[in-house]
C-alpha cells in the first residue's frame, strides 16, 4: 500500500497569509496526487487532482505542485472562508490512502 | 443540482448488519464508478471500497474484506454499502463518493474523487 505523510497537523495563520502543506508519498507516483477541503458539517470538495490541476470553481488562491513523493497544497491570500481542514490522497492504485490532515486556524 | 446522498446509517450493537444507500441526483450514476470513504473524527479519511461503473469490479480496504459487500443499481442511481459483522472500530461518518478521471492522449493521467456526499453516521456500541 502507498502511504501518505501529511505535515504540518495544524497551522494558524491570519487572513492574507500564505500557507504551504506538504504530503509525501512511500512510493513514486507520478502527479496522482489530489486534495480536499473539508469543513465540518459539509461534504469534503475537491481542489486540485493530478497534483496541480485546478478542480472547476476554486479560486485561484489554491495551486498544487510536486511529481514523484513529494506535493504539496498552497494557498495564497487566505480568506476566512479557508479555515478549514486540508487532506491529500493519492490515487495512483487502491486502497486509495489519505493524509491525516492538516487543520488551518485564525491566528 | 448534482449530488450525493447517503442513508441508512444508526446506532448498532457489535456483530449486526447494516446496509448504507447512496442516491445519485442530476448524473448518470453508469458513467462512474463510485466509492465509499469513511472517517472519524480526529482522523483522516479511510478509504473502504470501489465499484466500477457497470458493477462488475469491486475493491475493498483490507480492514473490511469479507465483512462488507459493495453494490449498485444503476437503473435506480443507487449504490450500496452491506456491512456484517461491525465492530466497535467501525463506528465512522460514511460517504459515497464519484471517481472521475482525465486522461492525456488515452492514457490515463489523473483520477480523483470529485463529488462527495455529506455522509451517514454509523456507531457500533
Known amino acids: 500500500d502507498i502511504q501518505m505523510t501529511q505535515s504540518p497537523a495544524s497551522l494558524s495563520a491570519s487572513v492574507g497569509d500564505t500557507v504551504t502543506i506538504t504530503c509525501r508519498t512511500s512510493?513514486?507516483?507520478?502527479?496522482?496526487v489530489n486534495w480536499y477541503q473539508r469543513k465540518p458539517g459539509k461534504a469534503p470538495k475537491l481542489l486540485i487532482y493530478?497534483?496541480?490541476s485546478m478542480q472547476g470553481g476554486v479560486p485561484s488562491r489554491f495551486s498544487g505542485g510536486g511529481s514523484g513523493t513529494d506535493f504539496s497544497l498552497t494557498i495564497r491570500g487566505l480568506q476566512p472562508d479557508d479555515f478549514a481542514t486540508y487532506y491529500c490522497?493519492?490515487?495512483?492504485?487502491?486502497?486509495?490512502?489519505f493524509g491525516q490532515g492538516t487543520k488551518v486556524e485564525i491566528k | 443540482q448534482v449530488q450525493l446522498l447517503e442513508s441508512g446509517g444508526g446506532v448498532v450493537q457489535p456483530g449486526r448488519s447494516l446496509r448504507l444507500t447512496c442516491e445519485a441526483s442530476?448524473?448518470?450514476?453508469?458513467?462512474?464508478?463510485m466509492h465509499w470513504v469513511r472517517q472519524t473524527p480526529g482522523g483522516g479519511p479511510q478509504w473502504v471500497a470501489i465499484?466500477?461503473?457497470?458493477?462488475?469490479?469491486?475493491n475493498y480496504a483490507d480492514f473490511v474484506r469479507g465483512r462488507i459487500t459493495v453494490s449498485r443499481d444503476n437503473s435506480n442511481n443507487r449504490l450500496y454499502l452491506e456491512m456484517d459483522n461491525l465492530r466497535v472500530e467501525d463506528t465512522a461518518l460514511y460517504h459515497c463518493?464519484?471517481?472521475?478521471?482525465?486522461?492525456?492522449?488515452?492514457?490515463?493521467?489523473?483520477?480523483?474523487?470529485?463529488?462527495w456526499g455529506q455522509g451517514t453516521q454509523v456507531t457500533v456500541s
Open positions: 442530476r448524473f448518470n450514476l453508469r458513467e462512474y464508478d
Open positions: 493530478a497534483a496541480s
Open positions: 512510493q513514486s507516483i507520478s502527479n496522482f
Open positions: 463518493a464519484r471517481g472521475s478521471h482525465v486522461t492525456y492522449h488515452d492514457i490515463l493521467s489523473g483520477y480523483y474523487f470529485d463529488l
Open positions: 465499484i466500477s461503473n457497470d458493477g462488475r469490479h469491486k
Open positions: 490522497q493519492q490515487s495512483n492504485r487502491a486502497p486509495f490512502n
